[in-house]
């Protein structure tokens, strides 16, 4: 048999029932509060927990997270362009040295150098080789400073020498002939033979005098004579011109020298024996040289 529940008795009914300790819902919203602050509070954030898994790997390859943060500052420095100002030492280099720009300025008149100058002095006179013994080759009466005036010496320029032979020489000679066609060469004091060579560079061509070649001869014979001791000068007069000698045709006489350095040579060349009775020869060669100046 069912009895009907009255609305009052429903709620005495319902209040009994809390009472005997069932939670109210107050209670439970409140456990439910806490339970999930706590939770929040245990569970770290996920941009926290990103960072930590990177240090946590950058820890795993180096050792050590202190020295992987000190190892990408110096990639760094290294990767990086060096900006700051250049070094002192690196600019000495380039700076101009002190001494150098105390320097005069070099005058671009250039002075010849005399040291570079190859032409010998005028009035320098040099003798080179040998001669027979108690023989001797020196020069005259020149002119004091060795130079000549064209116009005033009117073809004749005299260049005196002179040969001396000693009278205890016992030396006989044979005298070498002239070196085109093979013909002897009169001796020009004492028996032995000298000869004239004037020779230069002038106006772009060779400028020679002397008597070189004066025709064909059949081979000398070599035959020694004896010296005659005394003093022999040789009034040797020059015309001015090139010429090498009259050859077998007539050679005549070339054009005249221009102004400039020339060189005098007496040349004497042979053999000799050092007394008649001795039978062994030996060569002599011999030149004097002085050089002098033509002038217009």
Wanted: glycine share 8%; hydrophobic share 40%.
């Amino acid at each position: 048999m069912n009895l009907p529940i009255r609305p009052a008795a429903a709620l005495l009914f319902a209040a009994s029932l809390w009472s005997c300790g069932g939670p109210t819902p107050a209670a439970t919203a409140t456990q439910d509060s806490v339970q999930t602050n706590d939770v929040a509070a245990d569970a770290p954030s996920s941009a926290d927990s990103a960072d930590a898994t990177v240090a946590d790997q950058a820890a795993a390859q180096d050792g050590n997270p202190a020295d992987s943060v000190a190892q990408d500052a110096a990639a760094a420095d290294t990767a990086a362009p060096d900006t700051a100002a250049p070094d002192a030492a690196a600019s000495d280099t380039a700076a101009p040295d002190a001494a150098a720009s105390d320097v005069e300025p070099v005058d671009s008149k250039v002075e010849p150098d005399s040291s570079s100058d190859t032409s010998p002095a005028i009035c320098t006179t040099t003798s080179t080789g040998n001669l027979p013994p108690g023989v001797s080759i020196e020069l005259g009466a020149w002119p004091q400073d060795c130079t000549f005036s064209i116009s005033a010496a009117a073809g004749k320029f005299p260049m005196p020498y002179r040969v001396t032979v000693d009278t205890a020489t016992t030396a006989q000679v044979w005298n070498k002939p002239l070196p085109w066609g093979g013909c002897p060469f009169e001796p020009t004091g004492g028996g032995l033979a000298a000869r004239v060579v004037i020779s230069g560079q002038n106006a772009g061509t060779t400028q020679q005098w002397c008597i070189c070649d004066s025709g064909l001869c059949a081979p000398p014979k070599i035959e020694f004579a004896p010296l005659q001791a005394g003093l022999w000068p040789v009034d040797f007069v020059w015309d001015g011109n090139n010429w090498i000698g009259p050859s077998d045709f007539g050679n005549k006489p070339g054009p005249a020298m221009p102004p400039g350095l020339y060189s005098f040579k007496v040349v004497s060349e042979g053999e000799f024996t050092a007394a008649p009775s001795a039978s062994a020869t030996m060569p002599f060669a011999f030149t004097l040289e002085r050089t002098f100046e033509l002038k217009p």
